[in-house]
Antibody
Framework: QVQLVQSGAEVKKPGASVKVSCKASGYTFTSYDINWVRQATGQGLEWMGWMNPNSGNTGYAQKFQGRVTVTRNTSISTAYMELSSLRSEDTAVYYC????????????WGQGTLVSVSS | DIVMTQTPLSLSVTPGQPASISCKSSQSLLHSDGKTYLYWYLQKPGQSPQLLIYEVSSRFSGVPDRFSGSGSGTDFTLKISRVEAEDVGVYYCMQGIHSITFGQGTRLEIK
């Protein structure tokens, strides 16, 4: 079965960076794009960017351009999202999620990683 | 960015009764390939979102047939024919024709 397992919660200070991992299993990692979506507490879903694990090509929401970097290690079927220059407003749960075969749908999601930014 | 607007933002439904959620996009979601890139998700309390509907009206694997989607262009609707207790959570529409954006969410509770 398809699974996306993310790294554990992080606590960071303003100005620092955070790197969240997402390990895929149950399918061929390089065959499906990976997206990153975040959700502040009690708020809605916000798409941050995507990556094609085969080519390494990426695309980012304009809001996060210059601050987010998505990478991968195909040998261990793992994607990474690094967010820099953290501020308190970046406190949120960060999800990785797979783009499936159903016409661009996001079909499977990781369990989420809470990133807390506080001085 | 394409703005997705959902109504209502919350609804309270008696079990066994129907429910309906509207989603309007600021631009048409109909692509030149003939597909309409509109999806529906449910986020149950304490869980990650789960896919319900893709391409306006196709149910994802394992989704009960009491869930249905309809619409075209910029106006879309998710209907639950008979609400059950397990349907509680926040429903989101999402567009995927130009980048990805979500609606603000509709919270469904049981009366």
């Amino acid at each position: 079965q398809v699974q996306l397992v993310q790294s554990g919660a992080e606590v960071k200070k303003p100005g620092a960076s955070v790197k969240v991992s997402c390990k895929a299993s149950g399918y061929t990692f390089t065959s499906y794009d990976i997206n990153w979506v975040r959700q502040a507490t009690g708020q809605g879903l916000e798409w941050m960017g995507w990556m094609n694990p085969n080519s390494g090509n990426t695309g980012y929401a304009q809001k996060f351009q210059g601050r987010v970097t998505v990478t991968r290690n195909t040998s261990i079927s793992t994607a990474y999202m690094e967010l820099s220059s953290l501020r308190s407003e970046d406190t949120a749960v960060y999800y990785c999620a797979r783009t499936g075969s159903c016409s661009g749908c996001i079909d499977y999601w990781g369990q989420g990683t809470l990133v807390s930014v506080s001085s | 960015d394409i703005v997705m607007t959902q109504t209502p933002l919350s609804l309270s439904v008696t079990p066994g009764q129907p429910a309906s959620i509207s989603c309007k996009s600021s631009q048409s979601l109909l692509h030149s390939d003939g597909k309409t890139y509109l999806y529906w998700y449910l986020q149950k309390p304490g869980q990650s979102p789960q896919l319900l509907i893709y391409e306006v009206s196709s149910r994802f694997s394992g989704v009960p047939d009491r869930f249905s989607g309809s619409g075209s262009g910029t106006d879309f609707t998710l209907k639950i024919s008979r609400v059950e207790a397990e349907d509680v959570g926040v429903y989101y529409c999402m567009q995927g024709i130009h980048s990805i954006t979500f609606g603000q969410g509709t919270r469904l509770e049981i009366k």
